[in-house]
């Protein structure tokens, strides 16, 4: 793609070049000499080089297909050079036959050329900042893309939710700007804009953490992914902007060739880390210390205790070891007017957990052709089906989490039998309320997401003058999710109900308008313009189903047919529209691509905001000088390229559902005799006001090429200022609302971000080259509105909130008490400060009264810290030595804070519930040196500093290893490239983290709940070996 | 062919022009917005059906008022209850512990629900006048509202003494337009009696269809109920006897022909539901999940036959320990061994006492109490007659024959001797005679106590006696923490942040 860019680019600006080139020819002929420029790399004609002879004015200019004719007075042999801006000028002797010359690339970043939105623009002018993923980055086995930038571009931070295959991941570019809606970048697929909403990959039918849309995605498909960052790069994608926006670009065919390439890798996952619980004897031995706080009986003897030994261990009962597996085969190619790429894939993960997994089928055909030479159309279209098995729980963007079945499982008694002799599952157990059994609950329980999506776009592009392109682009994005649930009788969800069912569909479709016009202009080769202007439209229509039964007979139809059952329970239906219109426009100039300037804006009107805000417009400017070209710095040899850019703008963000703004009705029931009516009132007030969160940011940023770009270093700072904040404004609850949705308060991230790639070793057999990415951002908020300083977002049914929203502080800070350590006998002698009305005795938990007003309360509670990292990095070697090359990438994140929640409840003790091996080391009479609280009978839990812990890391993300077979060797069968290799991901991790995975995020991209740990599903270690064969 | 494709493309672009006209304007298909309703009569009836449901369901999914929200004010907050281990939650532990400060969550909650409900009150009295319908009806449902409007402000003004007294729906979205000030409790009594007295003109009976609305004599019964809080013993008197059926007693002329019913279980069970004995019942319905009554009193009594299983709501063992083995309330309030129908196995739960009140033992499974069909009763004729029995002790300076009668009346049903129309068999469970005008207070105060356990009575009736600080003393878990300023609970502290002309209780 970016070649093509760069022909049609390069046509442009040389333009005037040519004609004038071509007025100067000789009149008196005594030689003719033809021949054709290409691309050393790629042989695609170079259109617009300049063919000289040595020592003349005499010269000429290549055509779109390269070729080029010099008639000359001048007699054989001659020395012509070729020059073509970005390629290095050649001279070649001239005999009289055809030539074709062959032109590499400059080492300058003139000839580079970067995608950006709504085009492309010379690395050489852009004012952004704006990052590209590596070649190494994408080439790693992935279920989803989104999680192909971890650890890839600086400023971009991605936390997966959980080891889930398929799981979504939370993905921040500099910080989270809004508090309640839409941190998440925007995407755009060859042009067409995907906001991914997991609303439309999710119904009320599935159960359990989110299904990423993202997933539906097939990444082995892409050839490129470009993050763009600051305002200059994403005002022109305005309203939606502000969270930055990741450019996606698909493989296409080349000119020239026809490749049949088959990728496949193969592999096993295995489990990476366990918790560690307590064994049937101990648990015993917890439950009589337990019985002797409460003046009860013991309930197991000594002899009962030495009888039970390990018990049952539930944890590793669930566990496998699973394999994985992805086949890709793609026919691409191209001629001089069409290229082509067909590509089918087929990714399977079976989980780790039993009865998970996660499968995908897709094929992909690109097509582009040139109609004339001024009418180019193109045509992607994407098609995947996907199916999600997951661990049941609690349903996606509720706070509830009991029901999450890896922390069921895990807390399920030792001393209970997994397994009765004669191989059924035990569902006797006395510590459970009822007759079920954990295991089975998940190997019998279906949860099962099927994703069908559709993608496709086609643009037609006409030169209606040299310098004037006319781009149509219709496009839709068709995704069509259907989830399907059932827990049978036996299982602890379907046991109340007598086996429950559930199915959900949501059909959701989203169509893109796009007609933009281009003016490309250069005035002798100094001054070069480029202007963009557009009109877009978007609209997407979300409809959804859930129905749902209980009592059913027997397990035969489950969710394939509801009739079955003896209980229907009331469907639920929705739907939502919502539209978008555009006007955007770009203007970049150029002079002598050393000082450069971009000028864009988009004006969006959405018809989710209220009806006196619709329409907003977001303006942005960009400044860049590339100092290297200045004789000053030209004169020192070890710079090669040093650029400074400097930019601001405003983007907005207005991710809030369709009809947030509207005084809406919602219906609830009652009973009159037995028999349900409906009634209807107000639930939402309306605000006709309501308009976009604006985030205002600055950016500054160098680019530093060092010894001819061996070194290259590209280091930014930003402030980002989010006004206008979409929040939930709480009102006085005696209005009879609890609040209204207003645009206050605001929300502050600056930070730095680092690139650095260098190339350590460039030898003919050896090379060596190094990336570094690094990232700081701090995120704060200013302001909540009038007369509010904190919330505590809505915690889990039963919980005190672990978090705060407060001015002053990071969104998502920890809010809790400090402790120090067990009370002593002493303590509670001199009376010191206890937590307020419960009893305590020595052996419990001493909290610090902060505030020493003599009793500890909830004003005691202080930051905790968040789980905001302070900084984030990836650190990738590459090595390449012959054939072989090697590749090592770390990824890691400091800093950040993770509120263990399931430590905080495996730390309690129960009569029926296991708990975390820690207990072993309670403080007991007979212990009094131990670390942990004695023993009582369910004490209540509170958040506290133990369970704010540290979550920084590094991980050996990838290692892998490969071997490029000669071209000799493998040219003889017909074989074009061949590459073998085998590598290990998330090999090693090294944290001092407790529980199973620092990346976690059970409240999935919450912005106000990041970093909290419920017992998600586990993180796992892959081991691959990979083909990689083209005909 | 050239021309070909410019006309192609001029055709593209003449389709992208007419597809591009997407409206803005928001049309929405799923919702309805406040434009559209207030329309007809069927609006008018979901509007006031949406006030009953504030009763019974919470937006948020959380426990609702008459599920398990009020009692956990009412029940932890009173001598009947203290927490149990299963209370994880520390703003319900501290209601058990009185040590529950002003930014307390369920105290929060209950305030906001209360308002919720009102708000719906609200807007029905508001937008059904202007719907033409039916006369009768119209009247009707706006009678309706303002019954349950006047039952949620007594619980608040009981509950945080001056509350602001919202009759309307705001019209803003602005904070400091919404800014009020707390109303007297003399002021907020005047609408509470000025809207039963509207609601006393309700039906005294429905149809099958619209059974479980508010009667005329669940007003008359509240209006009641709110004198005697007052101390206006005389209304209390006149409004009781419109209520008590006549024949009775001497002074009765109620036609509504409530009657207690002979068996006490009967007051709390599914086939008798709505019957003679209840005045006004908030209505659940065991409905296999089409809606059921998530987060009722019966799941906080009752989960599951594991004994190390606590429940989340235990009594007192002081409570226990004051009913006689005779009495057929301890045994229908309480349990220690419960049977298991699917085993056929009775499960010892040992020493620590469980409520049985509000388990629904029609479910199957049993532990399946989210479920349960039990409505709460909310004025029970038991409470109109010691209420009775109360004021005629007040206003005679102490118990005439009648007011020994009607106490009288509530024992002998407890004891099973009750027949039916003011008729009992056995004088043997009578109180004793010629008590003194406090003796018979403290007796009709623990009657009350025995009688209405989980009803969410007991904290108002120990506020109002002024009993609540020397009760709670009695409890070790609450003896250190009681002092006066519990005869109030605090107004929600988010609701003084956000309004500074709300003042806080004493003390808090």
Redesign the interface.
Same mark, same amino acid.
């Given at each position: 793609m970016k070649k093509y860019v760069r022909v049609v680019l390069w046509v442009l600006v040389l333009f005037p070049l040519a004609i004038s080139a071509q007025s100067s020819t000789d009149a008196v002929i005594n030689s003719t000499i033809d021949g054709k420029v290409v691309d050393a790399k790629s042989k695609t004609a170079l259109d617009g080089a300049t063919i000289q002879i040595k020592g003349t004015t005499n010269k000429a200019s290549s055509d779109n297909n390269g070729k080029f004719s010099i008639r000359t007075a001048q007699r054989f042999p001659y020395t012509i050079v070729i020059s073509f801006v970005g390629y290095q000028t050649k001279e070649v002797l001239a005999t009289g036959s055809s030539i074709e010359v062959e032109l590499s690339e400059g080492e300058s970043q003139l000839s580079e050329v970067v995608v950006v939105g709504y085009g492309a623009q010379k690395k050489s002018d852009i004012t952004g900042a704006v990052a590209t993923v590596s070649k190494n980055n994408l080439t790693q086995p992935a279920v989803a893309f989104d999680n192909l930038l971890q650890g890839a571009v600086p400023g971009v931070a991605v936390t997966q939710s959980s080891g889930q295959p398929g799981s979504t991941a939370t993905i921040r570019v500099r910080g989270g700007n809004s508090i309640n809606f839409g941190n998440d970048p925007l995407y755009v697929i060859d042009g067409f804009i995907v906001y991914s909403n997991n609303n439309l990959s999710n119904t009320a039918a599935g159960s359990g953490p989110g299904v990423n849309a993202l997933s539906s995605i097939n990444p082995s498909d892409i050839e490129s992914i470009d993050v763009l960052k600051d305002a200059s790069a994403t005002a022109i994608y305005g309203s939606r902007g502000a969270n930055g926006v990741v450019l996606i670009t698909t493989r296409r065919g080349k000119n020239g060739r026809n490749d049949i390439n088959y990728s496949a890798y193969a592999g096993q996952q295995r489990i990476a880390n366990k918790l560690s619980l307590l064994n049937a004897a101990q648990w015993a031995a917890l439950v009589n210390d337990i019985n002797v706080s409460d003046n009860?009986a013991k309930t197991f003897s000594d002899s009962d205790i030495a009888a039970l030994g390990q018990g049952s261990d539930w944890q590793n009962a669930a566990l496998r070891n699973a394999s994985i597996q992805n086949h890709e085969l793609s026919f691409a190619g191209g001629d001089e007017k069409s290229r082509y790429l067909i590509a089918g894939n087929y990714f399977d993960q079976p989980g780790t957990v039993l009865n998970t997994g996660f499968k995908r089928y897709s094929a992909r055909i690109n097509a582009e052709r040139n109609?004339?030479e001024?009418?180019k159309i193109v045509a992607n279209f994407f098609g995947s089906r996907s199916q999600e098995d997951r661990l049941f729980g609690n349903a996606y963007g509720s706070i509830n989490f009991n029901s999450a079945a890896f922390p069921i499982l895990v807390q399920t008694s030792p001393v209970a039998k997994i397994k009765n002799d004669d191989g059924t599952y035990n569902m006797t157990s006395?510590? /459970?309320?009822?007759p079920t059994n954990a295991l089975q609950d998940i190997v019998t329980t279906t949860n099962r997401t099927y994703l069908t999506r559709y993608l496709g776009n086609v643009s *037609?592009e006409?030169k209606i003058l040299k310098e004037l392109t006319?781009k +149509?682009t219709?496009g839709a994005d068709l995704l069509n999710t259907k989830q399907n649930y059932y827990a049978p009788s036996y299982t602890t969800a379907g046991? *109340?109900?007598g086996g429950?069912s559930s199915v959900g569909s949501v059909s959701a479709v989203t169509w893109l308008?796009e007609?933009t016009l281009s003016y490309d202009h250069a005035i002798r080769n100094k001054h070069f313009l480029n202007v963009l202007a557009g009109?877009t439209? @978007?609209?997407s229509k979300d409809e959804s189903v859930v129905a749902?039964a209980?009592?059913f007979p027997n397990d035969l139809t489950s969710f394939n047919n509801l009739s079955f059952a003896? &209980?229907?329970? #009331?469907p639920v239906?929705? *739907?939502? @529209?919502? /539209?978008?219109?555009s006007f955007l426009g770009r203007v970049n100039y150029s002079y002598l691509h050393k000082y450069n300037i971009t000028l864009s804006g988009r004006a969006d =009107?959405?018809?989710?905001l209220g009806?006196n805000n619709?329409w907003g417009f977001f303006p942005s400017i960009g400044l860049s000088w590339n100092t290297g070209e200045e004789h000053f710095i030209k004169r020192i040899r070890q710079i090669s390229n040093f650029k400074i850019r400097v930019t601001a703008g405003q983007t907005g963000n207005s991710e809030v559902p369709?009809?947030s /703004?509207?005084?809406?009705? &919602?219906?609830?029931?009652?009973?009159?005799?037995? +028999?349900?009516?409906?009634?209807?009132?107000?639930?939402q #007030?309306?605000?006709p006001d309501l308009k976009w969160e604006t985030t205002t940011q600055y950016n500054g940023g160098v680019d530093i090429g060092l010894f001819k770009n061996r070194v290259n270093l590209v280091f930014d700072v930003y402030y980002k200022k989010t006004t206008d904040l979409l929040l939930n404004?709480?009102?006085?609850?005696?209005? =009879?609302?609890?609040s209204?949705l207003?645009n206050a308060g605001s929300v502050e991230n600056k930070g730095i971000e680092l690139g650095l790639n260098t190339d350590n070793i460039r030898s003919k057999d050896l090379n060596w080259k190094t990336s570094i990415v690094f990232a700081a951002n701090r995120n704060k908020v200013l302001s909540l509105g009038?007369?509010?300083t904190s919330y505590f977002p +809505?915690a889990p049914? =039963?919980?005190?909130s672990p978090v705060i929203v407060k001015v002053g502080l990071p969104v998502g800070t920890f809010w809790g008490y400090k402790t120090d350590g067990l009370l002593t006998a002493d303590d509670v002698n001199k009376g010191t400060p206890i937590l *307020?009305?419960?009893?305590q005795k020595e052996g419990d938990r001493k909290y610090v009264d902060i505030d020493k007003s003599g009793a500890v &309360?909830?004003s005691d509670k202080i930051n905790l810290g968040n789980a905001q990292p302070k900084f984030t990095f990836g650190f990738t070697n590459t090595f390449t030595y012959k054939g072989f090359d090697l590749s090592v990438f770390f990824q890691g994140s400091y800093g950040n804070k993770i509120f263990n929640l399931l430590r905080q409840k495996l730390e309690i003790p &129960? #009569?029926?519930l296991n708990a975390s091996a820690s207990l072993l080391n309670r403080w007991s009479p007979a212990n009094p040196t131990g670390s942990e609280p004695r023993a009582t009978?369910?004490p209540?839990? @509170?958040v506290i500093d133990r369970y704010i812990e540290d979550g920084s890391y590094v991980k050996l993300k990838n290692i892998s290893i490969g071997y490029n077979f000669s071209k000799g060797l493998i040219s003889k069968i017909h074989i074009k490239q061949l590459r073998l290799y085998v590598s290990a991901q998330n090999l090693v991790t090294w944290t001092n983290y407790t529980g199973i995975d620092p990346e976690v995020n059970f409240y999935d991209s919450d912005n106000t709940k990041q970093g909290i740990d419920y017992g998600v599903y586990p993180s796992y270690r892959t081991f691959l070996g990979g083909i990689n064969l083209t005909f | 062919m050239e021309r070909i494709y410019i006309k192609s493309i001029l055709t593209i672009v003449a389709a992208g022009a007419i597809i591009s006209c997407n409206k803005l304007k928001e049309d929405p298909d799923s919702l309805i917005t406040s434009s559209q309703f207030y329309k007809t009569q069927a609006d008018a009836v979901a509007a006031v059906n949406a006030v009953y449901s504030t009763l019974n369901s919470d937006p948020a999914g959380d426990f609702p008022i008459y599920g398990r929200n009020l009692n956990l004010l009412i029940g932890n907050g009173s001598d009947d209850q203290v927490y149990s281990p299963s209370n994880t939650n520390p703003d319900v532990r501290a209601l058990g512990t009185t040590t529950y400060i002003a930014s307390n969550d369920r105290i929060r909650k209950n305030w906001q629900q209360h308002y919720y409900g009102i708000s719906r009150a609200n807007q029905a009295i508001d937008n059904i006048p202007a719907i033409q319908f039916d006369e009768t009806l119209r009247i009707r449902l706006i009678r309706e509202a303002k019954f349950l409007r006047a039952l949620l402000y007594f619980n608040l003004v009981r509950l945080h003494g001056d509350v602001p007294l919202i009759l309307h729906d705001p019209s803003t979205v602005e904070v400091k337009d919404l800014k009020v000030a707390r109303t007297p409790v003399d002021d907020v009594y005047a609408q509470i009696i000025s809207d039963l007295a509207d609601a006393t003109g309700l039906p005294v009976s429905y149809s099958d269809a619209d059974k479980g609305r508010v009667t005329a004599g669940a007003a008359h019964g509240l209006l009641a109920k709110v004198y005697v809080t007052r101390k206006d013993w005389p209304n209390a008197k006149a409004e009781l006897e419109k209520v008590i059926t006549s024949g009775t007693f001497p002074n009765a002329t109620g036609t509504y022909g409530y009657d207690l019913f002979a068996n006490f279980k009967d007051a709390f069970q599914k086939p008798t539901k709505n019957g003679k004995e209840h005045l006004f019942s908030v209505q659940y319905e065991t409905n296999g999940g089409a809606k059921n009554a998530q987060n009722f009193v019966s799941s906080g009594d009752f989960s599951s036959f594991n004994p190390a299983v606590y429940a989340g709501d235990l009594p007192d063992e002081r409570l226990v320990a004051i009913f006689d083995s005779a009495d057929s309330r301890r045994s229908v309030t309480f349990f220690n061994k419960i049977l298991n129908p699917a085993t056929n196995v009775i499960v010892d739960f040992g020493a620590i006492t469980r409520f049985a009140k509000f388990i629904d033992f029609t479910l199957t499974p049993l532990t399946n109490q989210a479920q349960s069909g039990l409505n709460f009763p909310v004025l029970r004729y038991a409470d109109i007659l010691l209420l009775y029995a109360e004021t005629l002790n007040e206003i005679n300076g102490g118990p005439s024959a009648e007011a020994y009668k009607a106490i009288n009346l509530v024992r002998s049903r407890a004891y099973g001797v009750y027949t039916s129309d003011g008729n009992y068999s056995d004088i043997s469970h009578d109180l004793a005679p010629g008590l003194n005008q406090s003796d018979f207070r403290d007796a009709v105060f623990l009657e009350r106590r025995k009688e209405f356990v989980q009803e969410a009575n007991r904290w108002f009736d120990l506020a109002r006696n002024g009993q609540l600080v020397q009760s709670l003393k009695l409890i070790p878990a609450k003896a250190n923490n009681v002092s006066e300023r519990n005869n109030l609970y605090p107004v929600p502290q988010v609701e003084i942040d956000l309004n500074s002309l709300l003042t806080q209780n004493p003390g808090w």
């Open positions: 009860v109609l004339s001024r009418l006395p510590y /459970s309320a009822t *037609a006409y006319l +149509i219709g046991y *109340a109900s429950f308008n007609n009109y439209t @978007q609209f749902s209980q009592k003896g &209980t229907p329970v #009331l239906s929705d *739907a939502h @529209q919502s /539209s978008l219109n =009107g959405s018809s989710r009806a619709r369709p009809y /703004s509207l005084a809406a009705l &919602t219906p609830t029931n009652y009973y009159f005799n037995s +028999i349900l009516v409906t009634g209807i009132a107000t639930t #007030l309306t605000n404004v709480p009102l006085p609850l005696y209005t =009879g609302y609890t209204v207003k009038d007369k509010v +809505i049914t =039963g919980q005190v *307020a009305g419960v009893p &309360t909830t &129960t #009569l029926s009978n369910s209540v839990p @509170q | -």
